[in-house]
């Protein structure tokens, strides 16, 4: 059998952390061969939302695919760029674009402890074995700390330095995180102290244009001065641009199935003639399938965990597949609160969305039931806005003072006819001491238990079993240290997110991880952790999964380093090329 019945020499499936990784380096080693499936559209410079009824339009859901998602976005037939799941008491927010989870990520860039490999890992693959991997990732990204304000007053982020002051009366250890955002070639890149102008563009090192980090707080709505080291700027620009890699957006992937060596479609076939891949072209309205020698699934773990599954079970193309296809999902430990109206400076609404983490017994004085790290957040000054008028009692406070305004001014008026100046006093009195500015978003991450379930619903979905409890521990030392935070503070309010407060009592996840998890054995697991097969599918030969879904534990730490290594550890098995930062440019 010879290579020409093949379309591609590769296809990978899905474009976050683990697909980028991939389909660059394996278009290094065979070019326009190598095609990315990606089932959401590209996101050029200032092409995502911020009008209200842009942000309302910017969800997934399609029309009819019977996905349990909230009530008003439910089958509005929209390909925007959020796509929310609601589960048993775990709810998700995941992304499609081009570039995957990145285009809507915190940007931070941080390794677990050796702890963490400990349990629930193959044997042999650890923090030694994946270290070099890390470090490459880290240079491709550009992940360095925010840069030094003791010389930019504009550099200036208050809430980190709050944070700070709150890890030191806790008597724990605040770091300034490793973040994936860009301040110049010469910052990221070279390793100077002295950034790029804010707001001022540069061609990236890979030759995307980039804009010196602004410190809007828009990270998690998608960066429209492409501040953000987001994956279309790097390693999909290099794999495509650089090495001629084959890119299809609004793409969805719907089913794999082996080949014989006629090249006809075979379920008991083991891969060794390759693939047929079948997918929805949402553009054309068409179903069109294509030929492959290997196929890496990196849908995300909702994703690759789905298309398996189907495969497995509905299908019935990939009967050989593990029977611990879904088993040990994990959240990594998400959990959201705030702390609202405190006596101390927060400034919420400028700098990147996360600048550092407070260590809670992950990195040091290691506990495993309740390991977490503290990472101050910002959001949009647009969305302060919002919350200014969507409490009551800030509400009432502004119309006290616009009263005060109103009776200072016909006073002023009335002794002298004079009334210049009161447009701008009565816009103070309205304005200051705004709700948001002291107001803090706390995100936390730890080991939770990983012990949830993924399966098909009757409507051949995903669905999600998290049995809650048995990561209660971990979670009620977050609220602990969120009700400290409020006393420091002098808050009048803590709380975390409402889905929290009974009855409902939902976790809410944005790295969701497992299901198709690396082992030693398909006993164990769904993909190979062995030095030879990496990443490959138990059962199969070609046919790899390389995202989320192959962690087998919670990492505590954002989970973004660790599946970016592990990618790139096994695009190495695939290419046998020692990865390096250059990316081949």
């Known amino acids: 059998m010879t290579s020409q019945i093949f379309d591609y020499e590769a296809i990978v499936i899905g474009s976050g952390f683990g697909g980028a990784i991939s389909f660059c380096r394996l278009a290094q080693k065979w070019g326009s061969k190598v095609l990315l499936l990606e089932r959401g559209r590209q996101y050029p410079m200032g092409s995502f939302a911020r009008s209200p009824k842009q942000i309302a339009d910017s969800f997934w859901s399609l029309e009819g695919d019977a996905v349990e998602r909230p009530r008003h976005i439910q089958n509005k037939n929209l390909r925007g760029l959020f796509d929310i799941r609601n589960y048993k008491k775990m709810d998700a927010v995941i992304s499609a674009g081009l570039g995957g989870g990145s285009l809507i990520y915190a ?64 008597n724990r250890t605040s770091k300034l995180a490793d973040i994936c955002v860009f301040f110049g070639n010469d910052y990221n890149y070279q390793g100077s102290d002295s950034p790029t102008p804010i707001g001022l563009q540069e061609k990236n090192r890979y030759g995307a244009t980039q804009t010196s980090c602004t410190y809007c707080g828009e990270c998690d709505v998608g960066c429209n001065t492409h501040s953000k080291n987001t994956l279309d700027l790097n390693y999909i620009h290099a794999g495509q641009q650089t090495h001629g890699g084959q890119v299809f957006t609004d793409c969805q992937a719907e089913k794999i199935v082996p080949l014989n060596q006629h090249g006809d479609d075979d379920s008991s076939a083991s891969g060794e003639f390759g693939y047929r891949v079948e997918f929805q072209n949402f553009a054309s309205g068409q179903s069109q399938s294509l030929k492959t020698r290997r196929v890496v699934v990196s849908a995300g773990t909702f994703g690759s965990n789905e298309l398996l599954l189907r495969c497995r079970d509905v299908h019935r193309s990939l009967p050989k597949l593990s029977e611990q296809l879904g088993r040990w999902f994990s959240g990594n430990g998400d959990f959201l609160s705030f702390a609202i109206e405190g006596k101390k400076d927060a400034d919420p609404n400028y700098g990147p969305v996360i600048t550092q983490y407070t260590d809670y017994n992950l990195f040091d004085r290691f506990n495993r039931n309740q390991a977490f790290v503290l990472e101050d957040a910002s959001y949009p000054a647009w969305l302060a806005w919002y919350i200014e008028g ?16 109103l009776v200072t001014w016909l006073k002023k008026y009335l002794s002298n006819g004079v009334w210049n100046g009161s447009l701008g006093f009565s816009l103070h009195e ?39 409890d048995t990561s209660m521990s971990l979670y009620q030392a ?75 534990s919670a990492v505590g730490a954002n989970p973004v380093a660790t599946i970016s290594a592990t990618a790139e550890w096994i695009a190495e098995g695939i290419t046998g090329i020692k990865p390096d930062a250059s990316l081949g440019v």
């Not at 880290?138 to 030094?148: C, D, E, I, M």
Request: a neutral charge; charged letters at 20%; aromatic letters at 10%.
């Open 107 to 170: 940007n931070v860039f941080l390794e677990p402890p050796e702890q963490v490999f400990e349990q629930g890992w193959p044997t042999g693959l650890d923090k030694t074995t994946l270290a070099p991997y890390y470090q490459v990732a880290k240079q491709v990204l550009g992940a360095r700390p925010v840069p030094s304000w003791q010389t930019d007053d504009r550099r200036k982020i208050v809430r980190t330095e709050l944070f700070q002051e709150f890890a030191t009366h806790e």
């Open 478 to 552: 977050i609220l602990t240290a969120g009700e400290r935070f409020k006393k420091f503070v002098k808050s009048n309010w803590f709380f975390p997110l409402p889905t929290w407060e009974l009855p409902i009592r939902h976790n809410v996840t944005v790295h969701p991880l497992g299901g198709c998890i690396l082992a030693d054995s398909p006993d164990k697991g769904v993909v190979s952790g062995h030095p030879e097969q990496r990443g490959q599918v138990f059962g199969y030969h070609g046919l790899y999964v390389a995202d989320g879904s192959i962690l087998p």
């Open 390 to 405: 969507a409490f009551p009692t800030s509400t009432l406070r502004k119309l006290v003072r616009a009263l005060k305004a």
């Open 430 to 468: 309205i304005l200051k001491d705004d709700l948001s500015s002291k107001s803090v978003v706390m995100l936390c991450m730890g080991l939770d238990h990983g012990d949830g379930t993924l399966t098909l619903n009757k409507s051949d979905h995903i669905d999600l079993d998290w049995p809650q």
